[in-house]
């Protein structure tokens, strides 16, 4: 079966300072990888989506990911934060979009 | 616009009284999903629609139910809810998965 880890459950950043989310994933094949942000009382939006190809996915709002096969990550990283990222940010893998197990979520303070 | 709304948004019952929480889309999206979401355990899947009249259940389907009889609706049945079914419950619609605003639920 697959899962999902987010090792890190809070993060602080600095605003200007670039920022690095992990996820890491068991998986037999190459998954289908998603990363979602839901900023408080809202549902998640869509970041960015890995399916094949190309193995740095740009995203939304200067977002990137990079899938590591070879150490079953999918890392998301921004390379200046603004003070409206702070969110809480949840990786999804799965065989399909359709079936999908997500992270417990990583939430991103910003300070000034 | 595209969007996917939920009703209602908050909702507190009492256990055993029987609830539904709606679900619409209006992207004709074949696909819907049910997910709770509960602190510490991220999101998980409860029931899925591939079509209409095609439902199948997620990681944690028992106690709810589900009907897909025309594409835009996916309604989310809890015939007799406890209190463990207290969660936030998200639609989601599409592959790339357009999610719903969110509908509290206390069951006391």
């Known amino acids: 079966a697959q899962s999902v880890t987010q090792p890190d459950i809070h993060i602080t950043v600095s605003e200007g300072a670039s920022l690095e989310l992990r996820c890491n994933y068991s998986y037999g094949a190459t998954p289908y990888l998603f990363w979602y942000v839901q900023s408080p009382g809202q549902g998640l939006q869509l970041l960015l989506k890995?399916?094949?190809?190309?193995?740095l996915v740009q995203g939304i709002k200067g977002f990137e990911a990079e899938f590591k096969r070879s150490q079953s990550s999918f890392n998301l990283r921004k390379p200046s934060v603004h003070w409206s990222d702070a969110a809480e940010y949840f990786c999804a893998v799965g065989p399909a979009a359709s079936k999908l197990t997500f992270g417990t979520g990583t939430r991103l303070q910003v300070t000034l | 616009e595209a969007q996917v709304t939920q009703n209602p948004r908050y909702l507190i019952t009492v256990t055993g009284k029987k609830l539904t929480v709606t679900c619409s889309q209006n992207m004709n999206h074949e696909y819907m999903s049910w997910y709770r979401q509960d602190p510490g355990l991220g999101l998980r899947q409860i029931y899925y629609s591939m079509n209409v009249e095609v439902t199948d259940k997620g990681d944690v389907p028992e106690g709810y139910k589900v009907s897909r009889k025309e594409k835009r609706n996916f309604p989310l049945i809890l015939e007799s809810p406890s209190p463990n079914q207290t969660s936030l419950y998200f639609c989601?619609?599409?592959?790339?998965?357009?999610f719903g605003p969110g509908t509290r639920l206390t069951v006391l």
């Open positions: 989601a619609s599409g592959y790339e998965q357009f």
């Open positions: 890995y399916f094949s190809g190309d193995t």
